[in-house]
């Protein structure tokens, strides 16, 4: 046979071969499941976001564990969006190995998330320890005690991993961004003195302007049946804080009246996953105006920009489903505090939480008094960083804590993948982590934040290479 000839046969073996392989791997089919599970704590029950005790008076919509779990040939991965305002290792660790004892699912494929809802409860933190003690020397018990709440959110959190689990069936996938500008504002701003200040006066004439930017982008995952036009469900990404319902009834916050609006296009089946964006420096604050938007009107109009951008073909199918997951620890370090300024910190504790010192010196006396907790009970040293690849242009990465909205809008930049949904608040929460800039300006968040500057810095570059390695 001449050469020709057997360049030729070798070419249409590589092709048959190829071909074969790509057929194999399209047959594949991409398999969810998704469950919720109900986790609203009894009333009266401690409330979460604040600095003072907030007692639970009811239910305005109920909180759920939003569970999703994804399967492809042998890869698995499971998503959790806890309506909390965080969720600390020492609930996700344990729910995480029970769900992948249940479920083959490995621990480091599994992410559970809170979305930062400022009404839910508060079951963990030194504030917390300070209004148990509190109540447990007034009334010899503390009859708002979270121990039981504690306990049972872990298991319904593992239990939402596997119901989902056990509901695998095919899906469809579509992805892409929406645009939203409305509604999310950096609440950083520089001011005429020289200072960077959190949430100024509104309409104050001493504003210069924000001190950093917003991401206007909506992450948007479909997920439908084969061949069915309207989608079952959503992964919904968008940067702004859930801090926008008043009052002492849990909420799900702006998450539940998205859902609300999405079911009214979708169907009263269509179920929304919400992962927080990266908004630890970005809430709902309009300085420009005197009334501000909740939660039902967010809601409302988040949802109007997703359903439009869907019903639009924004929305697009981004070629087979590729389904991965990679995942890494960084090294970090907590702040470091003389005895003294423990033992300062500490006596401020009831003062605290009698509401008598203002709120800058209240966060810096729960912040110190929580990074030693911390460092006596569960802190590993270093934060956990995952990315879950869906197809070759969409890819999710989850990070611990209040990041930064400059940190997500890096790793979009930097992303190889065309659709890239940023989730922070994923397997513990540190309070803030601010960019280095951030830290030399001051300010709420950085009072806030018990962590080494340089923190964020490290968790974004090793999101990146996770991205980078993943496509």
Do not use: W
């Not at 499941?33 to 979460?48: D, K, L, N, Q, Y």
């Not at 500057?453 to 996770?466: M, N, R, S, V």
């Amino acid at each position: 046979m001449s050469n020709s000839r057997i360049v030729a046969a070798l070419v249409l073996s590589l092709t048959i071969a190829l071909g074969i392989s790509c057929g194999l791997r399209a047959a594949e089919p991409l398999e969810a499941g998704i469950a919720f599970v109900e986790i609203t704590p009894p009333t009266p029950f401690r409330m979460s976001g604040y600095f003072y005790e907030r007692l639970s008076t009811g239910t305005k919509d109920p909180l759920y564990a939003r569970a999703i779990v994804l399967h492809q040939g042998n890869e698995k991965a499971a998503l959790v969006f806890c309506d909390l305002v965080g969720v600390t290792r020492e609930i996700s660790q344990p729910a995480r190995e029970r769900a992948s004892h249940d479920t083959g699912i490995p621990v480091e494929h599994i992410a559970v998330t809170g979305t930062h809802t400022h009404t839910g409860p508060l079951y963990f933190s030194s504030l917390h320890d300070e209004f148990h003690e509190l109540a447990a020397k007034a009334h010899g018990t503390d009859p708002y005690d979270s121990a039981p709440y504690r306990a049972a959110l872990t298991d319904k959190v593992a239990d939402a991993i596997v119901q989902a689990n056990a509901s695998l069936a095919p899906v469809e996938l579509k992805s892409g961004y929406a645009q939203e500008t409305r509604l999310a504002f950096n609440r950083r701003f520089y001011m005429k003195d020289g200072s960077v200040k959190f949430n100024p006066p509104i309409n104050s004439p001493d504003i210069i302007r924000p001190a950093g930017p917003i991401d206007p982008q909506v992450g948007v995952v479909l997920l439908s049946k084969p061949g069915e036009k309207d989608p079952l469900a959503g992964i919904i990404s968008f940067a702004m804080h859930l801090d926008t319902t008043s009052g002492t009834l849990f909420s799900a916050d702006y998450v539940n009246s998205l859902n609300i609006r999405l079911q009214k296009t979708f169907g009263p089946d269509f179920k929304t996953l919400f992962g927080t964006g990266t908004c630890g420096n970005i809430n709902h604050r309009d300085v420009t105006k005197e009334k501000q938007r909740e939660a039902d009107e967010i809601g409302q109009m988040l949802g109007d920009t997703v359903a439009d951008a869907i019903q639009k073909g924004e929305i697009k199918a981004d070629g087979d489903p590729a389904l991965a997951v990679r995942s890494t620890k960084v090294s970090a370090e907590l702040q470091e505090y003389s005895a003294d300024e423990i033992a300062k910190a500490t006596d401020k504790m009831p003062h605290v939480a009698a509401r008598e010192i203002g709120m800058l010196e209240a966060a810096q006396a729960c912040k110190i008094t929580d990074v030693e907790r911390l460092k006596k009970s569960r802190f590993p040293g270093e934060l956990e960083v995952q990315a879950v690849r869906l197809n070759h242009e969409t890819a999710i990465v989850l990070l611990p804590s209040e990041i930064f909205v400059e940190f997500g809008l890096a790793i979009k930049a930097a992303s190889p993948f065309k659709t890239t949904l940023v989730v922070e608040l994923a397997n513990d929460d540190l309070a803030y982590i601010p960019t280095k800039r951030a830290f030399a300006e001051g300010s709420y968040e950085v009072t806030n934040s018990r962590v080494q500057p340089g923190t964020g810095e490290k968790l974004a570059d090793a999101a990146i290479a996770l991205l980078k390695e993943l496509q």
